[in-house]
Each structure stands twice: as structure tokens, then as C-alpha cells.
């Protein structure tokens, strides 16, 4: 990217009112999600982060891991830590695990899940203390789990009503990935490729 033709803009965020001025032809939002907090009571100085923020964050990361949601991005950061040596546990209130995942890498990564990490399926976090998880599964068995650290990985939030103000910052708007909906980088990048090679 550097070495082509596109202008870069770094540390500078992006304004429906900056590229008005700049009149630009062709505008592709692609402002991605957020990650959803579920309305969990949390214990003042439990160390709790979402799956994304986990990897900015190495020094926040304990001996014992608890990964709550089972999706594609929960069981991938469930393996990536189960790797470092780290003791993890996979919480999900469903039945399944990876459900959003292709067949054939759900296969692989359900293999490496089983090896690697401890899964609770059909179970709820109810509560994070400092130092411990609260849980229920469907029957109602209530179980306190050990946890150095506690990562969310239930899902992201489309950042729709952001992406919306630039609906009139230049004629022609595209919205692209994330910020439409949630989804996984092989649909972002198809949908920004497809945006580009729209353009006269």
C-alpha cells in the first residue's frame, strides 16, 4: 500500500464534514463493529477485557483464561492462549460451538478445541469476581471457576449509526463489511473489492 499510488492519512479521523470539503466522487465506509458487553456484574478490579482488546493487552493476561462465547473468534482466542501454556476455559450458552464457521475449518478447530481447552456448553456466566467466574448451566448447578483473566467474545455490534453520517459526504456512498454487518474478514474483503471495482 505504501509503495502504490494511495494517499495515506494517518492518526486522522475521518469526518463527514472533511470529505465534504475535500468533494470527493466516491466514498467506501468500512468503520467495522464494536464488541458487545454483555450485562454482566463484574467485581471492581476483576481483569476483564473483550477478545480483541486481549491481544493489545499481553501483561493483563493470567495463568488461568476464561473465554466467554463460543463463536469463531471465542475458540480461536480460547486456542490462541490454550498455545501459550495458559489454563482456559470456553464458556457458551449454547449447544454448539463455532457455529458461524465453515465446515471443514470448524472441523479442524473443534479438534484442536477439544485437545487444548475446557468447554462448558449450555452454560451462563451469571457473575466475574477478582479472581473467580460464576456460572449456571441448564440445569441450574451454579459453579465458581478460577480466573486470572476474563475475556468477552459474544459478539459485535454492527457501528451502523456512525457509518450513516456519511451518507452524504460525497455522490456516490458504498458501505462495506462490518459496519453493515458482522461478519468475517473473507466478506469484508470480498465487499471492498467489489465496492473499488464499482467505481467509473
Known amino acids: 500500500l505504501q509503495s502504490s499510488a494511495v494517499t495515506?492519512?494517518?492518526?486522522?479521523?475521518?469526518?463527514?464534514?472533511?470529505?465534504?470539503?475535500?468533494?470527493?466522487?466516491?466514498?467506501?465506509?468500512?468503520?467495522?463493529s464494536s464488541p458487545v458487553i454483555p450485562p454482566i456484574s463484574t467485581a471492581s478490579g476483576a481483569n476483564v477485557?473483550?477478545?480483541?482488546?486481549?491481544?493489545?493487552?499481553?501483561?493483563?493476561?493470567g495463568d488461568h483464561v476464561i473465554v466467554i462465547g463460543g463463536g469463531q473468534v471465542g475458540c480461536e482466542t480460547a486456542l490462541y492462549y490454550a498455545d501459550q501454556g495458559k489454563n482456559v476455559i470456553l464458556i457458551e450458552m449454547t449447544?454448539?460451538?463455532?457455529?458461524?464457521?465453515?465446515?471443514?475449518n470448524r472441523e479442524e478447530l473443534l479438534?484442536?478445541?477439544?485437545?487444548?481447552?475446557?468447554?462448558l456448553?449450555?452454560?451462563?456466566?451469571?457473575?466475574?469476581?477478582?479472581?473467580s467466574v460464576v456460572c449456571k448451566d441448564r440445569a441450574g448447578t451454579v459453579t465458581s471457576l478460577p480466573a486470572d483473566t476474563v475475556l468477552f467474545a459474544v459478539g459485535m455490534r454492527p457501528n451502523l449509526d456512525t457509518a450513516?453520517?456519511?451518507?452524504?459526504?460525497?455522490?456516490?456512498?458504498?458501505?462495506v463489511g462490518?459496519?453493515?454487518?458482522?461478519?468475517?474478514?473473507?466478506?469484508?474483503?470480498?465487499?471492498?473489492?467489489?465496492?473499488?471495482?464499482?467505481?467509473?
Open 164 to 175: 450513516l453520517q456519511f451518507a452524504d459526504s460525497a455522490p456516490n456512498v458504498r458501505f
Open 121 to 131: 456448553l449450555n452454560t451462563t456466566c451469571t457473575s466475574i469476581k477478582k479472581g
Open 178 to 200: 462490518d459496519c453493515k454487518k458482522a461478519g468475517n474478514i473473507r466478506n469484508a474483503v470480498r465487499q471492498g473489492y467489489d465496492a473499488a471495482a464499482s467505481i467509473e
Open 49 to 61: 477485557l473483550t477478545a480483541i482488546e486481549s491481544y493489545y493487552a499481553p501483561e493483563k493476561i
Open 111 to 119: 479438534a484442536q478445541i477439544a485437545e487444548k481447552v475446557t468447554v
Open 8 to 32: 495515506l492519512h494517518l492518526n486522522t479521523e475521518a469526518t463527514p464534514e472533511m470529505l465534504k470539503r475535500e468533494q470527493f466522487d466516491d466514498v467506501i465506509v468500512a468503520i467495522g
Open 95 to 104: 449447544d454448539r460451538l463455532a457455529a458461524d464457521e465453515m465446515r471443514t
